[in-house]
Structure formats: structure tokens, C-alpha cells
């Protein structure tokens, strides 16, 4: 398996403020992911990666940035959390373009209060 | 755009064979993905077909007809440990540069 960490695991914030999901890989895939999954929709896209400053939007992008400097690090930011953005937040890398075998990591539970 | 259609539920009795279908859109096709995930963990890849047919992987099969726009997931001599939800996904057809869309995922209920 690909060695993916997610941080926090687990985080429980307040209506308006602003939080910060990172995922780090160490295998150096150019592609990575942040997925969000809640009960009867599956796992949704919010925003991907193809490149070290390299971005683009998903399904669900609004209400959340991305920014990645680095090659191994992908960070996800809820600008203004909403009770709406209560959700497991799965990062997930890649390696070639047709790849089609995507690594998941062990997911960030988020509760917005 | 893509959509996918899974069934919601499944339950299958220890030792038989489940079959788990799903049916897709896209505007272009790079093949059809499944993924396992049990409660509480992250999703793991388990199949690919990017050609139509069946692909084996000791008790799971994965089949495709890319003219039916349709493929399954076979378990076999199910166990209690597969209890877990099953997603099938399709790359945005737009190019292959492009990430996995997923399906809204199957629970498989194994039961004694």
C-alpha cells in the first residue's frame, strides 16, 4: 500500500471557522485527491491535484481551497466550515495518468458544530 | 459527464455467490474500477476491466461489456469478512487525465 497519512484523524470545530486537512504520501505519486464521503452519496471529489501547483476542481469544490507546494503534501482547507461540510474526508494519490489504482488514506472525520 | 447505477443493498448467505451490478454514463471510456471498503476504513482497490470480459482474482471476478455499458463484481464462497461496501468507478471520459468517479456503493450483508 501506499504510504498515505492523513491529519488530523478526528476534529470537531465551530461554524465559521476555518480548518486545515493535510495528506502526505511518501511515493511519490504525482496525483492526489480529496474525496468526501457522507451516508447515500458515495465519494465525492472535491479538488485533485496533477502537479506540484497544479489543481482543479471536483464535484463539490465550493466552500473549499487546495494548495500543493509540494510534491508529497496536499492540503485541504475549509474556508468557513459550515454544519454542512460534517463529513470523513478521504485523501487518495495516484501515480501514472491512466492509472487506474487509486491509494487511499485512512480518512479525517470532521464535525462542524 | 458520467453517472453510475449500483444497487444500494445486498445480502448473500455464507459460502454462496453474490453478484453486485453496475451500469454507467460517461463521455468517454478508460475502463471500470471496484473498490472494497469495510466499516470504518478507507476504500481498497480491488479490480480493474478495461477490456470487455471477465478478470479473476482468487474468489472475486470482475466482468465488462463496454457495448452494454455494464459490469459486475463476483464474490465467491462469500465470507463474513467481505461484509463491506463495494463501489464501482469509471475515469471522466473527458480524457484519462482525469480522476475516478465513484458510485454511490453496494453494502454487502454476508449472514450465516
Known amino acids: 500500500d501506499a504510504g498515505i497519512t492523513q491529519s488530523p484523524r478526528h476534529k470537531v470545530t465551530e461554524t465559521g471557522t476555518p480548518v486545515t486537512l493535510r495528506c502526505h504520501q511518501t511515493e511519490n505519486h504525482r496525483y492526489m485527491y480529496w474525496y468526501r464521503q457522507d451516508p447515500g452519496h458515495g465519494l465525492r471529489l472535491i479538488h485533485y491535484s496533477y502537479g506540484v501547483k497544479d489543481t482543479d476542481k471536483g464535484e463539490v469544490s465550493d466552500g473549499y481551497s487546495v494548495s500543493r507546494s509540494k510534491t508529497e503534501d496536499f492540503l485541504l482547507t475549509l474556508e468557513s466550515a459550515t454544519s454542512s461540510q460534517t463529513s470523513v474526508y478521504f485523501c487518495?494519490?495516484?501515480?501514472?495518468?491512466?492509472?487506474?489504482?487509486?491509494?487511499f488514506g485512512p480518512g479525517t472525520r470532521l464535525l462542524v458544530l | 459527464g458520467q453517472s453510475l447505477e449500483q444497487p444500494s443493498e445486498v445480502t448473500a448467505v455464507e459460502g454462496a455467490i453474490v453478484q453486485i451490478n453496475c451500469t454507467y454514463q460517461t463521455s468517454g471510456f478508460y475502463g471500470l474500477s471496484w473498490y472494497q471498503q469495510h466499516d470504518g476504513g478507507a476504500p481498497t482497490f480491488l479490480s480493474y476491466n478495461g477490456l470487455d470480459g471477465l478478470e479473476e482474482t482468487g474468489r472475486f471476478s470482475s466482468f465488462l461489456s463496454r457495448s452494454d455499458s455494464y459490469g459486475y463484481l463476483l464474490l465467491q464462497e462469500l465470507q463474513m469478512k467481505d461484509s463491506a461496501s463495494y463501489f464501482c468507478a469509471v475515469r471522466d471520459g473527458r480524457s484519462g487525465n482525469t480522476p475516478l468517479v465513484f458510485g454511490k456503493g453496494t453494502r454487502l450483508s454476508v449472514i450465516a
Open positions: 487518495a494519490t495516484g501515480g501514472t495518468r491512466l492509472q487506474e489504482t487509486q491509494y
